[in-house]
């Protein structure tokens, strides 16, 4: 733990904690004023573990104090109780220190008093849905001044940093309260210090075991670590020197990741804790953003690097303003990360927003808080506010919950029915609908960190095929495939059974039944062995049966029945085809065919009303689409950015009948043209020709026969 943060820790009398804040921050004739009122105000106050209640807001201002220098953000800190357990309100407040003091008071306040009504006892199982509550309205309450979320965030680490001191059930609440509500605030705030605290704190209270476990080994591995590190960062500093840099302008620093970071990179990569690659840290401190790259290639011609572990965020900050190289090198037997930022860099990352108050860091470095102000417009559901306002903790994945409380770690962009499957394999095979956040959601909603997630089911399984591609993670690719491989061949059998049954209706009603067919599989498929099982039927009655059974048999040719890009094998009269509204296929989809009169009604094979009319043995086809060919292209268009312009380029294809196969279209609010990345088919196999088409309504940047483009 942070050596600061650890003497916060300690601290636990008002003598030492108004040293602490003398020797943390300028104490102007303001804030001795505001600090004299405060022990006032909580005289004869006491916390739980018994020193008086104001050394409580002091330490909260000297941690406000080591994130900024401003001198109503400290103030704030000093008074942030006195509204709601002393006598003194809002409006004296107000006209002793002024608007903005009390506009920060009040808001702080507010977030107690939501959090008073809205959290559950802490002997209840749904803690976290609560959380969840508190978290939206908190945020809220406090949207229109980020200053009061960064107090609250050091009001909530001195709690954690004394927790021991409250009984064992409210530990629990109060910890995973943190975990859920804070640490994404601080996150998202990019104020790393007190985010990885808050994350180690909450750890040790609700996984007391793993956490023990971690802690038991660094300690064992103490010693062993620090050489590791000392050669390695030994070996650094010669390879810069050698290759010109002044050490003395460069700063390098070892670290071992925190705690529940380890916790989190065993539990979903199934590794022990020696097995994960980036225990072991270096964070290298340069003066100039070129010297971070200048750095990154010496070590990576000096070392191996692990290049599928590189990330430039640099160049590519993240949304919260933080700004790092991390490499992973492989250096005497051993895997290091290495991180790389210059020193106003590593500002920003230790403080986040607070780095512009504390060092005036420029408005480039500052994090993105357009999240804050676009709250106002999600008040009423707590899905779109989790979405819009939390960011994933850890890049690579995420963590969800159950409404029990149950922990799951999925990789980034994994959905709810990512989620049914690593519940358990029948969850997700019998999922139907699923509520995220208490809010009912498709289940292939994406999920974020932090949602809690139920899921409906039913008693039998539904195949979802076109699914596999949407889905993200490995076990519920390989469950759909596996249920849609046995629904398929279950599909493909029974419709060949009422094919054949079909055929010979008006000679013998289910003849399948009297003669023993093999593959009946096989007979959608392959249009030879239909009419060879026929044939074989037919030799079979024609031998015991009578005249009129041999004539119908005579009689009852099939015939090749061609409509527009669909061919019907029937020795039935067919006058027409149609697509069934429910699914209607398009064209190269597997599809079944029904018999309803003198028409035949045509459904995507995985067609769920398809799979009730096969398993009733209503009559069927044998069916195919056409072999007229279809060429692919893709293209890029560039579109005015005004409302219907994309709808008139789709309704100008479809007069050629170009078929839509995907459209991928991000609009920015902001530019005058938008670019769209269109896939299409068209029974056209001049490229010229179809891009002639294309430019009487759009201009096209890039165009392109995907038939040409991937034949071998």
């Known amino acids: 733990m942070d050596p600061f943060i650890l003497k916060i820790q300690s601290i636990n009398n008002l003598k030492d904690a108004i040293e602490l804040l003398y020797s943390e921050t300028k104490i102007t004739q303001k804030l001795q004023e505001i600090l004299d009122f405060a022990i006032e105000a909580h005289e004869g106050q006491f916390r739980k573990s018994g020193e008086p209640y104001v050394t409580h807001p002091i330490l909260v201002a000297c941690v406000a104090a080591r994130f900024s220098n401003e001198e109503d953000i400290i103030a704030t800190a000093l008074l942030h109780d006195v509204v709601e357990d002393t006598k003194f309100n809002l409006e004296f407040i107000k006209e002793k220190w002024g608007e903005d003091i009390a506009h920060m008071v009040d808001g702080l306040t507010k977030i107690d008093e939501i959090r008073e009504h809205e959290l559950v006892p802490s002997n209840s199982n749904t803690k976290l849905i609560s959380s969840a509550l508190t978290f939206r309205k908190m945020l809220i309450a406090s949207i229109d001044d980020v200053r009061v979320l960064v107090v609250k965030l050091c009001d909530r680490l001195h709690n954690m940093l004394t927790l021991g001191s409250l009984p064992q059930n409210k530990q629990l609440r109060i910890a995973e309260e943190t975990m859920v ?89 199934g590794v022990t804790i020696d097995e994960v690659l980036d225990l072991l840290a270096i964070r290298i401190l340069v ?37 790092t190289i991390h490499t992973t090198v492989f250096y005497n037997s051993k895997i290091y990360e290495v991180q790389i930022r210059t020193y106003e860099m590593n500002k920003v990352a230790e403080y986040g927003v607070a780095a512009h108050w504390k060092y005036k860091i420029g408005e480039a470095q500052q994090p993105n808080l357009n999240w804050l102000e676009s709250l106002e417009y999600s008040n009423d559901n707590i899905e779109e506010f989790y979405h819009d306002t939390k960011a994933d903790l850890y890049s690579e994945e995420i963590t969800v919950y159950s409404p029990q409380g149950d922990t799951f770690n999925l990789p980034r962009g994994a959905t709810a029915y990512d989620f049914a499957y690593a519940v358990h394999t029948d969850v997700g095979k019998n999922a139907v609908e699923c509520n995220i956040n208490k809010i009912k959601k498709p289940l292939l909603t994406e999920l974020h960190s932090s949602d809690i997630v139920s899921i409906k089911t039913v008693d039998y399984a539904i195949p979802r095929c076109s699914w596999i591609d949407l889905v993200k993670t490995n076990r519920a690719k390989k469950q759909i495939r596996a249920l849609c491989s046995q629904r398929l061949k279950e599909i ?77 094998y029937s020795n039935f009269s067919i006058n027409s085809v149609s697509f069934d509204h429910c699914c209607h296929p398009k064209f190269n989809d597997e599809i079944v065919a029904f018999k309803e009169g003198n028409k035949a009604v045509i459904h995507h094979k995985m067609c769920d009303k398809a799979y009730k009319k096969i398993m009733s043995n209503e009559e069927m086809l044998y069916c195919q689409w056409t072999k007229d060919t279809l060429y692919q292209y893709k293209m890029v268009v560039s579109l005015p950015n005004t409302k219907g312009e994309l709808a008139k380029l789709l309704m100008h294809m479809s007069q050629y009948e170009g078929y839509i196969l995907k459209i991928d279209y991000g609009r920015e609010k902001h530019s005058y043209r ?9 029974n056209n196999s001049n490229v010229e020709e179809v891009r002639k088409i294309i430019e009487k309504k759009a201009k096209v940047i890039e165009f392109f026969s995907k038939n040409d483009a991937y034949k071998s």
């Open 181 to 269: 509500v804070y640490v994404p605030i601080a996150h998202r705030l990019g104020i790393s210090t007190i985010k990885n605290t808050l994350e180690d704190l909450a750890f040790t209270y609700i996984y007391p075991n793993e956490f023990t476990k971690i802690d038991n080994f660094i300690k064992e591995h103490e010693h062993a670590i620090q050489l590791t590190f000392n050669k390695f960062i030994s070996s650094t500093k010669k390879l810069l020197e050698k290759n010109g840099f002044d050490l003395s302008k460069i700063q390098i620093n070892s670290r071992i990741k925190h705690y529940y970071s380890i916790y989190l990179k065993m539990q979903r990569k």
């Open 674 to 682: 938008q670019y769209c990345d269109i896939e299409f088919e068209m």
């Open 287 to 323: 003066e100039d953003d070129i010297d971070c790259y200048k750095v990154l290639g010496h070590l990576h011609m000096e070392y191996k690097p692990l290049i599928s572990r590189f990330k430039d965020y640099v160049a590519t900050p993240k949304e919260n303003g933080y700004r």
């Open 492 to 568: 493909d059998e029974l419709t060949g059974r009422n094919i054949i049954n079909s055929v010979f209706k008006t000679i013998i009603p289910d003849v399948v039944s009297r003669y023993k067919v093999d593959s009946l599989y096989k007979v959608p498929h392959i249009l030879d062995y239909f009419k060879h099982v026929k044939h074989e039927i037919e030799k079979n009655i024609i031998s015991g049966q009578g005249f009129v059974a041999r004539f119908k048999i005579y009689t009852s040719k099939i015939k090749k029945l061609k409509f527009d890009n669909m061919i019907i």
